[in-house]
């Protein structure tokens, strides 16, 4: 049983962590380079909201609610990367950029269920004939979860420390390392067959 557990959360976690489906990291990325430690929560409840998106997804598409073409899916999800990145370099050193957490919040859970339905192929396989898929779902929103906490305190460690011994500003910290997302994004679209 506890062998099932973690197996099924090693799994959610693999899944973010898998350096060839790497648009879940850049969209992390994007999410999570405005913000500095002290802004754990907010951090925190953002990833949790694209956690929620993608897990909703999955229940979803796993039950047979949703069916949604896997080409137009794989052309969407490097769009929203795309999007919460130019909505980065555009709000970077804006002061009241905090206080419009609703629209960002909401924003992120839709992300999330892009997302989700990217991954409902191969977690349909993986689930096959369980019995108990929420609970396997469950299971691997929590490994999700765990990597994109992972993946959230590298980005702000990084930005910590270019922005105390590099001396980066904060706006220079988010137009980096969203301009260096939004390249890899770009590439990502021209790889992509939905658009040819």
């Known amino acids: 049983m506890l062998e099932n557990f973690w197996f099924n959360v090693q799994y959610g976690i693999n899944h973010v962590l898998d350096l060839n489906g790497y648009d879940h990291v850049l969209f ?4 999570a380079v405005p913000y500095i ?8 409840l953002l990833v949790s909201m694209f956690t ?7 229940v979803l598409a796993a039950y047979g609610v949703v069916s949604v073409d896997g ?15 130019v909505y980065n370099v555009f709000t970077a050193g804006k002061k009241d950029r905090g206080k419009k957490i609703g629209l960002l919040f909401f924003a992120t859970l839709f992300f999330g269920l892009i997302h989700g339905l990217g991954f ?9 004939q369980s019995e108990n898929k929420v609970e396997l779902l469950l299971e691997f929103a929590l490994g999700i ?3 994109q906490v992972i993946i959230v305190f590298v980005v702000l460690f990084l930005g910590f420390l270019f922005q105390t011994l590099f001396r980066f500003s904060r706006r220079d910290w988010i137009m980096v390392l969203s301009a260096i997302v939004i390249g890899l994004v770009f590439e990502m679209l021209i790889r992509n067959d939905y658009l040819w």
Do not use: Q
């Open 28 to 31: 992390l990325m994007v999410l």
């Open 37 to 44: 430690f002290k802004d754990w929560k907010r951090v925190l």
């Open 52 to 58: 929620l998106g993608h897990t909703l997804s999955l």
């Open 71 to 85: 080409g137009l899916v794989e052309f969407l999800i490097p769009i929203t990367i795309l999007i919460a990145a």
């Open 120 to 128: 409902a192929r191969e977690f349909k396989m993986f689930a096959g």
């Open 145 to 147: 979860e765990i990597a």
